[in-house]
Structures are given as structure tokens and as C-alpha cells.
């Protein structure tokens, strides 16, 4: 089930009925539960069966790893948990990668493993590290286990945030879970506003987008260079509202059942570093990266040398996390080359002085990131990168749709460093919030196209 089917309307409709109308924790909590279960098993029933065990083991080592006797103890337990849910996430989403990886050296051997007819479980990789940030926070001595197996459930399986996150952590939303929410109408409508301004996200702009970036890049070397262009930065528009409209409807829905969620996006291409934008681009992934994966491995306490280290290691597992594929490899050791010569420069030269440089250069690193982010195929990969840097000739497309959707993504984040930020936001305390309601919804019944298409991080 996705939230722009008309199936997760009715679905939100039932669920948002009855969990107001319960008078007890425990009853709204199951209620929930019970509909993340079944927004789950709408895709397939069957892995329904891998967040029951993520759950169960999970809920038991943190219990384990609060009594256990001393730190090699604790530390035993923890393996417990990091063994179960990465050993799963390994064996569902990179098995095939690794086998199709090393099938030289097999061959070198006279060995065919093969590979598996595997389907990759939607959300695995965020429910993963969000159940994975709870054992180790209860390792380190950050939160206290949860006393009810319901609640940690219930966080586990959270049917807005599930499938794509933000990634939540457990010290963010377990101690909301264990309180039954006050109802407040201002919060349930605003909860409606952002959930309704991520659909326009989603379903005007990025679907919109995607429709003309999927087909020059099925046969990029068919089309002109200032197409190609057009079209990859295009796509840095379609990947931005498909994955910031996604959690915009997640933080929205969970803000009508009475919850918050953390932010995700913070208009990213308004960035004026590489670090600034991983503090703008899916956020809550950055924090999980830098927590649970560069400060362990020493973070910047360590010699230039090992921190430059510390920075590529983690965007490359970063990127490897994205999906099973080297270009989404690559991507990640892009991102992490283009932080240690950032971090290299500000030893010699004062960056805040030149803003327009910074965030110039910024866009171009993360445009080549994201051409790589897409393609299929090094293959295809290089075909792209020789359009744009050469500028061949070929066919000349540049379609109205994609020009003004583009254009709408350089005007909101432009209009964001202005006074207008604050009519953005749609306060509902504002004449024209029901005006522009009306005209979205109203767009929506309009001009969205038929069917629908799959969020992009829903294969992540």
C-alpha cells in the first residue's frame, strides 16, 4: 500500500476514527500495531514474519544487555542483535551483489554458487538501522529498555515511517508511545497540511519529472548535451520531492495520529558545502551515520589522515546501503571524496567568504553524484557524464512540464531565504492557509497523472 493510492485514504481514514475515539494507551496502541501489520502485509504477508523477528530479538537482547553482568557481557548480547539484523538485511539485499561480484574469482576456481530468485523486503534497510540505533543506545547506556513489548512493537513497526522512513529512534518516539496523545485540532491540521503538501510533492512534481528523465536515460546518447542537462537536473528535482515528499507525508500522518516525527529535509540545494548538504539531505540518515558509524571508527579525534579515512569509509557504506550495486557504491565514495577535499581546503582558504562559489560547486558535486545515483550501469553512467561534459550533439527535448517543475524547485528554494519562508509554511492560523489548501487539492483532482508510481526509496 503506498500513500498515494486511493486505498491508504480510506485505510488513514478508519485508523485515524478509531484511535481518537479510544480512551485507553493500550487499546490505540494495538489498534496501531495491528494496522502496521496490515499496511505491511499489503505488499506481502510473508516478510511480515522478518519485523516480528527484528522485534522479538531486539526487545529480548536489550532486556539481556541491561542485566548482564559485566561489559564482555553486554557486549555479547550486542553482537546478538548486530549479527541478527545485519546477517538478514545481507542475506535479502546483497547476496546477489556479492555473489555477481566475486564471480571472476569463482570462475577462477571452476565454482558457480549461482545466485538466488531473492525479492528484497520493502523498508528493510530502515526499520534495520532503526531497530539497530535501539540495542546499541541501551549498549551505551543512552535509554532504558522498553518495559511493554507492545510499545517497542509498535515502534518497530510504525506504519507511517516503515517503508521510508525518517529514521526514528527509539529515545525520539518511544516515550510518546508510552502516553495516550492529547487531541489538539490546530496539530491535526497541520498534520494535513504537510501530508498534503507531500502528495503535490509527490505526485506533480517528482512523478512528473521522472516521466522525461526515465526515457532520456534509457538511451542518453540519442540526446543533446543541454537536454541531458535539462534532464539531470531534473532528476535532482524528482529525487528530492519523491523522497522529501515521502517524508512529509510520514511526519504529517503521524502528526494527526498525535506524534512527531523528526525533520528530514531542510531544502538541500541550498546548500553551500557537501557538509551542509548531508545536513539538509535526509538528515535523520546522516545522524545514524555519524553516531552509529563515524565517531565510533574515531570520528575527527583521530590524525587528518585516519579522519579523511573515517569520512570515505562511511559515505562508501553509506552509499552501499542505498542499494546493492556499485554505482551506488561509487556514489557514496564520491560524496566522501568531495568531504575530505572540503576539509582540506578550509585548512587554506576561508570558504564562508565566497557563499555563491561554495554553493555552486556544492550543486555541481551533488548533480554528478546523483548521475551516477541512477544509472543502471557504469555504462550508462559514462554515456551520461560524456553528454554533459561535451555537450553532443543529438536530439533536442525540453519539455514545458519539466522546465516549469524545475523552475517551481528553484523559485521555492529561493523563496526560502526570504521573508516568504514564513507563508510557506501554511500556519493554520493564516487567511490564506485555507486558500492555498483549496487550490492544492484542487490541483491534485486536476492535473495528477493516472495510476501511480512507486516512491524511489521503496527499493532501498
Known amino acids: 500500500m503506498q500513500f498515494t493510492q ?67 557481557a553486554k557486549r555479547a548480547w550486542l553482537l546478538v542483535s548486530l549479527c541478527v539484523n545485519l546477517g538478514v538485511l545481507g542475506f535479502f539485499k546483497y547476496f546477489n551483489f556479492f555473489i555477481d561480484s566475486a564471480a571472476a574469482l569463482f570462475e577462477s576456481w571452476q565454482w558457480n554458487p549461482g545466485t538466488l530468485n531473492i525479492i528484497l523486503p520493502v523498508g528493510i534497510s530502515f526499520y534495520t538501522f532503526q531497530t539497530l540505533s535501539y540495542t546499541i543506545d541501551v549498549y551505551r547506556g543512552k535509554i532504558r529498555p522498553s518495559k511493554s513489548l507492545l510499545d517497542f512493537a509498535l515502534y518497530v513497526a510504525f506504519f507511517p515511517q516503515l517503508v521510508a522512513g525518517p529514521i526514528v529512534r527509539a529515545s525520539e518516539l518511544l516515550p510518546q508511545l508510552s502516553q495516550r496523545p492529547e487531541w489538539s485540532g490546530r496539530r491535526f ?117 585516519r579522519t579523511n579515512v573515517n569520512l570515505i569509509l ?46 555552486l560547486s556544492t550543486l555541481l558535486v551533488v548533480l554528478f553524484g546523483w548521475v551516477l545515483f541512477r544509472s543502471a550501469s557504469l555504462d ?29 524547485m528553484v523559485l521555492e528554494h529561493a523563496a526560502w531565504t526570504t521573508r516568504l519562508r514564513i507563508a510557506m509554511r501554511l500556519r493554520a492560523d493564516r487567511w490564506y492557509t485555507p486558500v492555498a489548501t483549496t487550490v492544492l487539492v484542487w490541483c491534485l483532482l486536476l492535473y495528477a497523472p493516472r495510476g501511480f508510481t512507486p516512491f524511489v526509496y521503496f527499493q532501498f
Open 6 to 72: 486511493i486505498e491508504f485514504l480510506l485505510f488513514l481514514g478508519l485508523i485515524l476514527l478509531s484511535v481518537w475515539r479510544c480512551r485507553t494507551r493500550v487499546t490505540r496502541n494495538l489498534i496501531l500495531l495491528a494496522a502496521s501489520y496490515y499496511f505491511y502485509s499489503y505488499w506481502d504477508y510473508r516478510f511480515c514474519g522478518l519485523l516480528l523477528l527484528s522485534t522479538m530479538v531486539d526487545y529480548f537482547v536489550a532486556e539481556r544487555i541491561v542485566h548482564a553482568s559485566g561489559r564482555r
Open 189 to 305: 491540521y497541520g498534520g494535513f497540511q504537510l501530508a498534503l503538501c507531500g502528495l503535490v510533492k509527490k505526485v506533480l512534481l517528482a512523478d512528473r519529472l521522472g516521466e522525461v528523465v526515465d526515457v532520456v536515460f534509457a538511451a542518453p546518447q540519442l540526446y543533446g548535451g543541454l537536454t541531458v542537462w535539462l534532464v539531470v537536473i531534473g532528476y535532482a528535482g524528482q529525487i528530492y520531492y519523491d523522497f522529501s515528499g515521502y517524508t512529509d507525508i510520514a511526519i504529517g500522518v503521524a502528526k494527526m495520529l498525535g506524534y512527531r516525527f523528526p525533520k528530514n529535509f531542510r531544502h538541500p540545494y541550498l546548500a553551500t558545502s557537501v557538509a551542509d548538504f548531508w545536513h539538509r539531505w535526509h538528515m535523520t540518515l546522516s545522524r545514524w551515520l555519524r553516531d552509529y558509524l563515524y565517531i565510533p571508527l574515531g570520528g575527527s579525534r583521530c590524525s587528518s589522515f
Open 314 to 359: 562511511t559515505m562508501g557504506l553509506g552509499g552501499l546501503w542505498h542499494g546493492a550495486a556499485w554505482t551506488f557504491v561509487l556514489w557514496g565514495l564520491w560524496h566522501g571524496a568531495a568531504l575530505v577535499c572540503e576539509r582540506e581546503l578550509r585548512k587554506r582558504i576561508e570558504l564562508r567568504k565566497v557563499v555563491w562559489l561554495g554553493r
Open 380 to 408: 550508462q553512467f559514462t554515456s551520461v557524464i560524456g553528454q554533459l561534459l561535451f555537450l553532443s550533439p543529438g536530439i533536442a527535448w525540453y519539455p514545458p512540464l519539466t522546465i516549469s517543475a524545475i523552475t517551481i
